[in-house]
């Protein structure tokens, strides 16, 4: 079946310092999501990325769909403490009600 | 504040105990799911239910019973369910049928099988 990774698994950043996760599926998708899920909370739509090559931004968030969609990416700058948590993607296909979750990074921020 | 209700927040049961899960949404959406997250780890589908009718389900083992009353409603039937079971269960919904918009996660119900 679809398998989608993430790297890395953990992330510590100290304040202020970029971040990066990857995230890569087995195979080619419809659209990919970004999820954020604070430390004791539920997941939270972030974004979503339909086509190739696609790049969007939000203030300090960048997200990346690669031109094969099998590859994305969520970069951070300036990290904050509010930043914490962890990040999935989640891979969709067409006319598939099902959405498969990356592994996800669990981002710590050290003040 | 989330837009999708799931009770109760916690509950501990034993190995021979019934108990029903529920989620509430009120957003007209016609897709509703049920995962279950163990700690570190993604959320994992169990069931998806579109206009009401289920159409997925992940070989999810019968101790597990899904239930979409209406459109706003969706319960979850717990019966002898095993330790390995112990989890948080959130429930979500989506507008459209197919993965093209964002899913709304409710809180989440954390389970404990004793």
Not at chain 1, 81 to 93: I, K, L, R, W
Not at chain 2, 8 to 23: A, D, I
Request: charged share 20%; aromatic share 10%.
């Amino acid at each position: 079946g679809q398998q989608v990774m993430q790297i890395p698994q953990y992330q510590h950043v100290q304040e202020g310092e970029d971040f990066t996760t990857y995230c890569n599926s087995s195979t080619t998708l419809s659209n990919i999501q970004w999820y954020k899920q604070r430390p004791g909370g539920h997941p939270v739509f972030l974004i979503q990325l339909v086509k190739s090559g696609e790049v969007k931004k939000q203030k300090r968030l960048t997200f990346q769909f690669g031109e094969a969609k099998k590859n994305s990416s969520l970069h951070i700058t300036a990290t904050q403490t509010t930043d914490v948590g962890t990040y999935f993607c989640a891979g969709g296909n067409f006319g598939n009600e099902k959405l498969t979750f990356g592994t996800g990074t669990r981002l710590t921020i050290i003040p | 504040d989330t837009e999708v209700t799931q009770t109760p927040k916690h509950l501990v049961m034993g190995m021979t105990n019934k108990k029903s899960l529920k989620c509430e949404q009120h957003m007209g959406h016609r897709a509703m799911y049920w995962y279950k997250q163990k700690a570190k780890k993604p959320p994992e589908l169990m069931f998806v239910y579109s206009y009401e009718k289920l159409s997925i389900n992940e070989s999810v083992p019968s101790r597990f019973s899904p239930e979409c009353p209406n459109s706003s409603l969706l319960n979850l039937h717990l019966h002898a369910l095993q330790p390995e079971d112990s989890a948080l269960y959130l429930c979500a919904s989506s507008q459209e049928r197919d993965t093209h918009g964002p899913q709304h996660f409710g809180d989440g119900t954390r389970l404990s099988i004793l």
